[in-house]
T-cell receptor, first 112, second 119 residues
């Protein structure tokens, strides 16, 4: 079963604009990770944010985490055509599990 | 390339046949995971190994599925008597479990996946 939901399910923007994707989850977590998946391929790890962190940056990526609201956001600044992909958040629950639980993903399209 | 490899990349089989997939993790990683992903969905956890020990299995993993990780290196996932509902992308991931102050923290690195089509 999916841990939570990503919003929006699909997003289409112009190259150079910023893209924001949101993720909600249900249980208490150790970490939250964001992954990118190009069509028909494996997942690429983008960034991990720990439950005691509120914001993290990596290049053009900015991730926030609000554990009180059980939500996270991924911001991609100055988008490029190569950013076109599906983006997934994945959580690692505190209770006894080493597995990642994924949302359904946001399909991002960057128009040139 | 994340350093995790999977073989084969694509497999087409007829219903009722057995199939086996292989995953080679990043060499120093002690944890290995299998996930299944159907079209339009996020990956779903199947099972994971710490070294050679299989520590957790999802209810998705029916009796027709078996996974092994001999010697704590590569892993195989076998599906017996395949059904059309088994058609999916099977993803393998590995990680290095490490404990940091304040809790565990690790990233999972995924292979390219094996796409299974059961006809």
């Amino acid at each position: 079963s999916q841990q939570g939901e990503e919003d929006p399910q699909a997003l289409s923007i112009q190259e150079g604009e910023n893209a924001t994707m949101n993720c909600s989850y249900k249980t208490s977590i150790n970490n939250l990770q964001w992954y990118r998946q190009n069509s028909g391929r494996g997942l690429v790890h983008l960034i991990l944010i720990r439950s005691n962190e509120r914001e993290k940056h990596s290049g053009r990526l900015r991730v926030t985490l609000d554990t009180s609201k059980k939500s996270s956001s991924l911001l991609i600044t100055a988008s490029r055509a190569a950013d076109t992909a599906s983006y997934f958040c994945a959580t690692d629950a505190i209770q006894g599990a080493q597995k990642l639980v994924f949302g359904q993903g946001t399909r991002l399209t960057i128009n040139p | 390339d994340t350093g995790v490899s999977q073989d084969p990349r694509h497999k087409i089989t007829k219903r009722g046949q057995n199939v086996t997939f292989r995953c080679d993790p990043i060499s120093e990683h002690n944890r290995l995971y299998w996930y299944r992903q159907t079209l339009g969905q996020g990956p779903e956890f199947l099972t994971y190994f710490q070294n050679e020990a299989q520590l957790e299995k999802s209810r998705l993993l029916s009796d027709r599925f078996s996974a092994e990780r001999p010697k704590g290196s590569f892993s195989t996932l076998e599906i017996q008597r395949t059904e059309q509902g088994d058609s999916a992308m099977y993803l393998c991931a590995s990680s290095l479990s490490r404990v940091l102050v304040g809790g565990r923290s690790y990233e999972q690195y995924f292979g390219p996946g094996t796409r299974l089509t059961v006809t």
